[in-house]
């Protein structure tokens, strides 16, 4: 896959904003406040729970990641799922400033890379969050699924009606498996000396071509 500028900004460009974020806070507490005091317990409450998330994210996300790395998918879902994967890193920062042997943390301009670190760490877990589910939504709705994967079955038989006029993309896919050629409007399936094209509009099979290689014209139909 070749990786457009849409790769690079929506990878670095999350990350941007985490540090964008983290510099306004670490600004923010260098001035004169209010010394706040927490207990340790309920400090690390939140780095607890966001580890327990990113357990179960983090693989999820990484196995989605590498299963799209060999598809025409577009470059900028997969600079998404790479920044959560990154920002959930990042966020475990909170816990290395959080190191304290005491009962109770103080939160003040004296130290103020811990308040920083808790930002860090909230803000990343909300992009985190955003970065990984966001694509899979995007996938979702623009009908990707991991049929064009390269280990899918390279033929499947067409000697059988063509589906009928008004199915959608996604159920012939489903139903059909993995097209021996791909375009934008039409899906092509071969059988023996036959080609099938699959003629799409809006979405729905509009109408199909059958045609013999086998005769002095046989050039692939397109609709």
């Avoid at 390269?150 to 159920?171: K, N």
Wanted: hydrophobic share 50%.
């Amino acid at each position: 896959m070749a990786f457009s500028v849409g790769f690079w900004l929506s990878w670095l460009g999350p990350v941007a904003i985490l540090l964008i974020i983290a510099g306004l806070a670490k600004y923010l507490w260098s001035k004169p406040t209010t010394a706040r005091e927490l207990e340790t317990a309920t400090a690390i409450a939140p780095f607890v729970a966001g580890v327990s998330v990113l357990a179960i994210a983090i693989p999820i996300t990484s196995s989605l990641l590498l299963s799209l790395l060999d598809t025409s998918i577009a470059s900028w879902l997969i600079g998404a799922l790479l920044a959560g994967i990154t920002l959930a890193l990042v966020s475990l920062i909170y816990k290395i400033a959080l190191e304290t042997s005491g009962t109770t943390v103080t939160l003040s301009n004296s130290n103020p890379w811990l308040p920083t670190a808790m930002t860090i760490q909230f803000t990343g877990m909300l992009l985190f969050i955003i970065c990984a589910f966001g694509p899979i939504v995007a996938i979702a709705l623009t009908h990707k699924t991991t049929a064009y994967h390269a280990g899918a079955p390279a033929y499947i038989q067409v000697d059988r009606a063509p589906p009928r006029l008004g199915t959608s993309r996604r159920d012939v896919l489903t139903q059909w498996g993995t097209p021996d050629q791909v375009d934008a409007s039409w899906l092509s399936y071969q059988s023996g000396n036959t080609d099938l094209v699959l003629c799409f509009g809006a979405g729905r099979l509009i109408a199909f071509i059958q045609k013999d290689r086998r005769t002095p014209d046989a050039k692939l139909p397109h609709c």
